[in-house]
C-alpha cells in the first residue's frame, strides 16, 4: 500500500517556467513533509519542508503548499533553470518515527532550454 | 562542515557472501538512518539508530541489521546476499531527537549482487 504517492512519472517545462511537481498522501498521521531532488548515483539533496501545521513555505525559487483536506503537496520552482533537471521526491513522517522517511515513487523533471 | 560519507562507494559480491557498508555523518548528527533504492521499490526506509540504539525498523528481513558507535558512525550488515539485495544503499544523518527532523543523505553505495 503506497501511502505517499506522485502520479506524475515526468515533466518537462521551458527554462523560466514555472515547474509544479504534485504529491498525495493517504495517511492522515503524516505531519512533517520533504521534498528531495536526486541526480543519478547520487543520494537525494534536501530542498524544502513543511510541517502540518502550515501550508505554505518558501525558499528561495521552492515554494510548498500543503492542504490537508485534500491530502495534497505540490512543490512550485519559479523560475526554472536547466540545471533544475533531476528526480523529484517528496516524503512524509509521523511524529512518533521522526526519522522514519516513507517517500514517493518520483517524478524526473526535464527543464528544456 | 563535511556532508555525510559512505564507504565503499561500489561493491560487488557473490550470492550467499555478506557485505558491510559505513556511513559517516555529519559532524554533531547523532541520528542515522538507512534507505535501500532499487528500480522495483523505490527508496524504502532500512532502520534509524540514534545514540548507538536501534529506534526504527523497516519492513526487511533479518538479514538486515545494523549498528551505531559511539562517534554516531554507523555500519549496516547484510549477510547470505540474495540477487534481489542490488541496489543503492543510502544513509541518511540528522540532528535528533526532536521533531521534526530533517535528513541529509550520503552518496550511497552502490552493490551489485553477482
Known amino acids: 500500500d503506497q501511502q505517499v504517492k506522485q502520479n506524475s512519472p515526468s515533466l518537462s517545462v521551458q527554462e523560466g517556467r514555472i515547474s509544479i511537481l504534485n504529491c498525495d498522501y493517504t495517511?492522515?498521521?503524516?505531519?512533517?513533509f520533504l521534498w528531495y531532488k536526486k541526480y543519478p548515483a547520487e543520494g537525494p539533496t534536501f530542498l524544502i519542508s513543511?510541517?502540518?501545521?502550515?501550508d505554505k513555505n518558501e525558499d528561495g525559487r521552492f515554494t510548498v503548499f500543503l492542504n490537508k483536506s485534500a491530502k495534497h503537496l505540490s512543490l512550485h520552482i519559479v523560475p526554472s533553470q536547466p540545471g533544475d533537471s533531476a528526480v523529484y521526491f517528496c516524503?512524509?513522517?509521523?511524529?512518533?518515527?521522526?526519522?522514519?522517511?516513507?517517500f514517493g515513487s518520483g517524478t524526473q523533471l526535464t527543464v528544456l532550454p | 562542515k563535511a556532508g555525510v560519507t559512505q564507504t565503499p562507494r561500489y561493491l560487488i559480491k557473490t550470492r550467499g557472501q555478506q557485505v558491510t557498508l559505513s556511513c559517516s555523518p555529519i559532524?554533531?548528527?547523532?541520528?542515522v538512518s538507512w534507505y535501500q533504492q532499487t528500480p522495483g521499490q523505490g527508496l524504502q526506509f532500512l532502520f534509524e539508530?540514534?545514540?548507538?540504539?536501534?529506534?526504527n525498523k523497516g519492513n526487511f528481513p533479518g538479514r538486515f541489521s545494523g549498528r551505531q558507535f559511539s562517534n554516531s558512525r554507523s555500519e549496516m550488515n547484510v549477510s547470505t546476499l540474495e540477487l534481489g539485495d542490488s541496489a543503492l544503499y543510502l544513509c541518511?544523518?540528522?540532528?535528533?531527537?526532536?521533531?521534526?527532523?530533517?535528513?541529509?543523505f550520503g552518496p550511497g553505495t552502490r552493490l551489485t549482487v553477482l
Open positions: 541518511a544523518s540528522s540532528s535528533g531527537p526532536s521533531t521534526p527532523d530533517t535528513q541529509y
Open positions: 495517511n492522515s498521521m503524516f505531519d512533517y
Open positions: 513543511i510541517s502540518s501545521i502550515k
Open positions: 516524503a512524509a513522517t509521523l511524529s512518533g518515527s521522526a526519522r522514519q522517511l516513507t
Open positions: 559532524s554533531g548528527h547523532r541520528s
Open positions: 539508530y540514534f545514540s548507538e540504539t536501534q529506534r
